[in-house]
């Protein structure tokens, strides 16, 4: 069933919504040019995966005698990072960061002019 | 086909939200699972102690003590709770925001008509179905540490009354277990007596990060004293990154991981290798908030260790691993759960169908809601229904069944 669930600039401008439709949860995040939509259920505990902040992914570079500097940004990758307890998933794959076997739920997601619709 | 059903926004969870809206899924797992029908007694979970410490510093006893505390609060904007040695500014639990629930709560508790600490453990309790609490404080697990022995006994005898006298009577479903000075046993004693009876008091806890040795001769008109009044006795563990052991570890993932099991496990290896359980065959000793797979190793090793040098604890009747399981008692949480054939050892290892009592430790980064318990593949329905309630009702000296709402 495909259902209406809100405008992409709204959700450019918000970096990602959630919304529920009766029972069901969904999350829909501005990735690129594009909108995806990922369950709001976490596949460690359950939790509202998508009601958690958005975060860039976090890296940790070596030189060439494979010394470490510390932390930094990647600025492409952004995880949405779940609220119960920190599991991180990136948006585009909805794999977890640090065990890629689990994984979100993916929400197939059509945007026809600004207007955004979910099949559920 | 396009439908138009009523969509509802969810907002982004923050530190301002409600509690009830952090845990809305535990609430609707707690709905599906038919919770209602379910004892379940969180023995675990937090109260930050010292947002309200300004309150607390007013029950302190030494008068010398209670006037510095009150004035230092009266005069100090920003500073840390008087007297406190956690280390205010290395709070890195919300792993950088990421976590918010650890950060702060903000929640609104305007129009309630008790204490927030009370408003915030009803609406967790609400939302995982959970009848019974034991509030435990957060800070305070450091005071162990603490440099000088008479505050930790009078903060810990403040917090106690504080709890005791004002804060559990506003809700019969909290409980307690009374903070032992433990580093000055006379004054442990002294603390266990005059709470043994109070409302609400169902057992004593010693927060485990401390360099005190268990076994040592001071602390056994102590145990005496506990095991006559058969309330068990709490090992709470926590982390302490000054450990010299843990000084290399640059990070709180690696420190948190080994810290919170570490201090337990010494503490578990004196208890059970200094006969402890043969001294007082009816004290009951519960190890908190370490999780559970060190528990298999350490009985593995103390068995394999003990049968080689039997002459340096011949207190021993039984191999450690039978004391560990039929003489103690285990919190859940955060209970490893990475590989479940290993879990279901563990569990048949501790004997968890009567050893076991499920904790929460929310609101910290690492909670388990009661689901934890109850999705487990390879644990029968009732061994489930002992695990989240009724081991620790029996424990405890509870009512089996669930308080009247
Ligand atoms: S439920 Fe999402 S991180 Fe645990």
Redesign the interface.
């Known amino acids: ?6 405008q992409a600039d709204e959700i450019r401008a918000e970096g990602h ?6 029972e069901k ?1 969904v999350g829909l995040f501005a990735v690129g040019d594009g909108i995806v939509g990922w369950m ?2 976490c596949p460690h ?4 995966v ?4 958005l ?1 860039r992914r976090v890296v940790e570079p070596l030189d060439a005698e494979r010394r470490s500097f510390g932390r930094q940004f990647d600025e492409t990758d952004r995880h949405i ?1 779940c ?4 599991l ?1 998933f990136d948006l585009r794959t909805g794999r977890n960061a640090a065990n890629g076997e689990l994984r979100l739920r993916g929400v197939p997601v059509t945007v026809e002019g600004e207007d955004v ?1 979910v099949e559920v | 086909m396009t439908e138009q059903r009523i969509t509802r926004p969810l907002e982004k969870i923050t530190v301002r939200t409600d509690t009830r809206d952090i845990l809305a899924h535990a609430k609707r797992d707690a709905v599906r699972r038919k919770f209602d029908d379910w004892l379940i007694f969180d023995m675990d979970s937090h109260h930050q102690e010292s947002v309200s410490w300004n309150e607390i510093v007013q029950f302190i006893e030494d008068p010398v003590v209670r006037e510095q505390a009150m004035n230092y609060h009266n005069e100090r904007v920003g500073a840390p709770p008087y007297g406190l040695n956690a280390n205010f500014g290395m709070r890195y639990q919300d792993v950088g925001g990421r976590i918010l629930h650890q950060a702060d709560r903000r929640e609104d508790v305007s129009g309630e008509t008790v204490h927030r600490d009370v408003v915030l453990a009803r609406r967790a309790m609400e939302a995982m179905s959970v009848d019974y609490t034991i509030l435990f404080p957060v800070s305070m697990l450091l005071l162990g540490t603490h440099p000088q022995a008479h505050m930790e006994v009078q903060l810990g005898d403040a917090y106690n009354r504080w709890l005791t006298e004002y804060l559990i009577p506003q809700d019969s479903r909290l409980k307690t277990l009374i903070y032992l000075p433990f580093n000055s046993p006379d004054a442990a004693y002294r603390t266990a007596e005059k709470f043994a009876d109070k409302p609400g008091v169902i057992g004593f806890c010693v927060t485990s990060i401390r360099h005190a040795g268990v076994h040592e001769n001071a602390y056994m008109p102590l145990y005496r004293l506990i095991e006559e009044t058969g309330k068990p006795i709490a090992f709470h563990a926590a982390y302490h990154w000054t450990d010299p052991s843990l000084k290399t570890i640059p990070t709180f993932l690696g420190m948190h991981s080994l810290s919170f099991v570490w201090c337990n496990m010494v503490h578990m290896t004196n208890w059970i290798l200094q006969g402890i359980p043969e001294r007082f065959p009816a004290l009951k000793s519960i190890w908190v908030e370490s999780g559970l797979a060190w528990i298999p190793f350490l009985m593995q090793r103390l068995d394999d260790q003990y049968m080689m040098r039997q002459s340096e604890a011949p207190l021993l009747k039984r191999m450690p691993s039978d004391y560990m399981r039929e003489n103690c008692w285990y919190s859940s949480q955060p209970m490893e759960r990475g590989n479940l054939e290993a879990l279901e050892l563990t569990m048949k290892m501790i004997n968890a169908e009567t050893q076991l009592l499920y904790s929460s430790d929310w609101p910290h980064f690492d909670f388990d809601t009661p689901g934890s318990i109850f999705n487990l593949p390879f644990v029968s329905e009732q061994a489930k229904r002992n695990i989240l309630g009724l081991n620790a009702a029996r424990l405890f000296g509870l009512p089996e069944t669930r308080p009247e709402p």
């Open positions: 069933m495909k259902v209406h669930v809100g919504i959630v919304v529920a439709i009766g949860e709001n259920i505990q359950g939790g509202p998508c009601q958690g902040r975060f990072v609220p119960w307890h920190g991180e619709y």
